[in-house]
């Protein structure tokens, strides 16, 4: 490789680390807009297509397993959105003693549980009753 070479590659990593950390600012800023609209009960989750789309946001990213509560009042709208549990690459256990105290300490009047599989493309898995045997 010649001289030249490595410092166009060496700049092409510069470049692609600032635009990481460029896309990083702006998702931490969406991060704080919905956690301020969730804060003051303004952001509903009228569809799943909105559940979708906010879980997405929250869960994208990781690289862990995390097991997710979304804390809803009689308009569904959100109260909180806590990582109540956190795992490995591969896991992550849940206990329900844990999620049904968080639940009544937020009078809540329903819960959304969501729980994201870490992979290379990563899509959150929506539960809705019982949580997968793996």
Known sequence: MTTRS?????RTRSTAS????????????????LESR???????????DDLKRYVRLRLNG??????TCIYLDTRHRI????????????????HPREVAKAALAHNASAVIFTHNHFRRSQSPAMLTGALPAD
């Open 79 to 94: 109260i909180a959105c806590e990582e109540l549990f956190r795992g490995t690459i591969d896991g992550c256990s849940v």
């Open 6 to 10: 490595r410092k166009m590659a060496k």
């Open 18 to 33: 600032l635009q990481i950390h460029e896309d990083d600012a702006i998702i931490t800023e969406a991060m704080n807009i």
């Open 38 to 48: 969730a804060t003051y009960r303004t952001q509903t989750l009228g569809s799943p």
């Open 62 to 67: 990781l690289e862990h397993e995390v097991f």
